[in-house]
């Protein structure tokens, strides 16, 4: 019985598919098949085997007739039994082939998708920040994992289809005509005329299904909003149990009249099929006899069997490359996705001749610089400022107002839109992008661990790292002790998969991890989530002697932290409002008297005793 369905899923495509069905274009195609042609020499290779595989799967129905005519109607015993043999081996062989064939073909497309996947991944790592905070992650792990695939079976599917049922069309093409030019006319004639109403059955039936899945998915949609405890409750007070037992009943008597049509369907696409794929060989027969008893003699039975046999073969390529076109759609929307992302131009580029300076001092300034995510609200307005060697600024402001944009312009996770930051005095757009973010150290709001043991997320930033470093940037950081309570020590898993740290220690952990990294600019974003008093206690702790010796930018939140700065920013609606050091902006009287009197002062007296100490090292720092 000739196949019916298309080599993947459902042989039709949804109203939304057709909808969205790619433009076919030169272009696209070069570009398909361009990741092809690295692999010429195992296509062309798979082409042979494929020529070959199709000739022989051809033969025992050509050697049929022989057996027929030489071998039994000729009554020569040593030739039937050499053809049946003949034909027995042509089948392995052509099966043997086939197994050679599929294995180039897996191998073909198992190396585009590596290529394609690689290719991707470094593409999106190119990506900047913006694209990753604007695309939903699902979408991008879609595109990474079930599109790519999408293109394994693209290749292994429908190339391979496309190629294998032309193939095995044209060899039974030829070999009927070799046989007799009328008959196969005939075959020519009647299989086209017999697949595509078979199709248009097939396509009743398939809508049928989809109908009758919908259907089922409404009864399911009606019992789960009313059989749960709140939906029977609004079901009850608004006195509605008629009502939904009227739509309850409305659909599933129209699942019943779906399902009976559908089975009803099956039956009549059963009845097509078989009468259809007996009338062309009746009709063959029949055509043939009149040939053998009223104009051609020459021609035999065996070579009505053979035209016959062919007949059945050319059935399934038939209907299989009228499948492919749904197949074909499908896999060039899934190619134009793909496209899609790769031709998506990365933001943030590397100079094409950047600079490496030769030292690093960690200095940053802005020169009136602005910058917005979308041009309708600007971000950051005008900043100007500048941070010396071994100098600390502080940024305050209130929540929203700039402060983590801004710091993120120094190592270009986005590029200002006006004015320019520098690094070193070098404008950062021109200097090496590695380099650059080499040597600066950032400690976020939210710090990201990756799921492994302390030891791989400390090693991440410096693999060579030994064992005295890491004990010494943790205890730099504060996080020694902790580290050594736990039974693992530095092989502690953590993350999901091991100990659940707390927003204090992954902070501690991640100071460990920027410093062994030694930047020579060190950004701490101070988290504004509350932690107990002894984490962060304790990370003051650890921060106070970095930001002694090293130039650095804190984007503070308590006063204790704004009092080590040499300057403090008060940022407000993407503004500079004000500058200078603490005791002066107290007594400005402006935004940061408010930031102080709301965020800063309940910190200030919850560590009474502390303050005295800061204030009177903060004044006389002043
Ligand atoms: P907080 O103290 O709460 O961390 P902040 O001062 O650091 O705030 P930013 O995170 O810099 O503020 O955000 C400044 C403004 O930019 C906010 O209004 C925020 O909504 C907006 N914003 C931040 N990131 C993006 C983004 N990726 N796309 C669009 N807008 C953004």
């Known amino acids: ?77 040593r030739a039937l039994v050499t053809l049946i043999l003949l034909s027995l081996l042509v089948t392995f062989l052509s099966n043997l082939i086939g197994v050679a064939e599929g294995y180039l073909n897996t191998w073909i497309a198992q190396h585009i998708t590596f290529d394609m996947r690689n290719a991707m991944y470094r593409h999106l790592q190119s990506m900047s920040q913006r694209f990753f905070t604007s695309n939903n992650q699902g979408d991008i792990i879609t595109r990474m994992t079930s599109d790519i695939d999408g293109v394994k079976s693209t290749i292994t599917g429908t190339f391979a289809s496309i190629l294998s049922n032309s193939i095995t069309l044209i060899v039974a093409l030829v070999a009927m005509y070799r046989k007799n030019w009328i008959l196969a006319t005939i075959g020519i004639i009647i299989v086209p005329l017999f697949t595509i109403p078979m199709r248009k059955a097939g396509k009743t039936r398939w809508t049928l299904t989809r109908e009758a899945q919908e259907c089922n998915d409404e009864i399911n949609g009606i019992l789960n909003e009313t059989m749960s405890v709140s939906g029977q409750t609004l079901v009850k007070l608004f006195g509605k149990e008629d009502y939904e037992y009227g739509r309850y009943e409305n659909a599933n008597r129209r699942m019943i009249r779906l399902n009976i049509k559908e089975s009803l369907a099956g039956r009549w696409f059963r009845v097509i099929i078989s009468t259809v794929s007996s009338i062309g060989p009746m009709l063959l027969y029949l055509v043939g006899g009149i040939l053998i008893m009223k104009y051609d003699s020459s021609l035999t039975v065996g070579d009505i069997t053979v035209l016959v046999a062919l007949l059945g073969r050319m059935y399934g390529p038939v209907n299989q490359l009228l499948n492919v076109q749904v197949d074909w759609i499908r896999s060039m929307a899934m190619f134009t996705r793909i496209f899609e992302y790769f031709d998506m131009e990365p933001e943030i580029k590397n100079d094409k001749h950047p600079v490496i300076p030769k030292e690093v001092h960690g200095e940053v300034e802005f020169r009136h610089v602005n910058f917005y995510y979308e041009p309708e609200r600007q971000i950051l307005r005008d900043i100007t400022f500048r941070l010396r060697e071994g100098d600390c600024v502080a940024i305050v402001g209130p929540s929203g107002s700039g402060k983590s944009t801004l710091v993120n312009l120094i190592p270009r996770l986005y590029d200002a839109t006006g004015g320019c930051v520098f690094f070193d005095g070098i404008g950062v757009k021109r200097l090496d992008l590695a380099f650059l973010r080499s040597h600066i150290g950032i400690v976020t709001q939210e710090t990201y661990l990756f799921n492994g043991t302390i030891r791989e997320n400390l090693l991440y930033v410096k693999p060579d790292a030994t064992e005295e470093e890491l004990v010494e940037v943790c205890r730099k950081a504060n996080i020694y002790d902790f580290i050594e309570r736990q039974e693992k020590g530095f092989d502690t898993m953590v993350g999901n998969r091991g100990l659940k740290l707390s927003g204090g220690e992954k902070q501690r952990i991640s100071i460990a991890r920027v410093l062994l990294k030694d930047p020579a600019l060190l950004i701490f974003d101070e988290a504004t989530s509350a932690l107990d ?89 002043n």
């Not at 993947?8 to 274009?25: D, F």
């Not at 098949?33 to 010429?40: I, K, N, T």
């Open 1 to 77: 019985m000739p196949p019916m369905g298309g080599p993947r899923g459902a042989g039709y495509l949804t109203e939304e598919e057709k909808q969205n069905a790619p433009k076919i274009t030169g272009a696209l195609l070069k570009r398909v098949f361009s990741y092809l042609l690295p692999y010429w020499k195992q296509l062309l290779l798979t082409l042979l085997c494929l020529i070959i595989s199709s000739v022989c799967s051809m033969l025992p129905s050509v050697l049929t007739g022989r057996i027929i005519d030489d071998g039994i109607l000729g009554r020569n015993m």
């Open 533 to 621: 008093s002894i984490s962060e206690a304790k990370i003051q702790e650890a921060i106070d002697p970095l930001v002694e010796s090293r130039t650095s930018i804190l984007i503070a939140h308590r006063l204790s932290t704004i009092l080590k700065a040499d300057e403090i920013l008060v940022l407000k609606d993407g503004r500079i409002v004000e500058r200078g050091k603490h005791r002066d902006l107290v007594a400005l009287g402006g935004v940061y008297t408010e930031l102080y009197n709301t965020q800063f002062r309940p910190d200030a007296e919850a560590h009474a005793a502390e303050d005295k100490d800061g204030e009177s090292t903060g004044s006389g720092e």
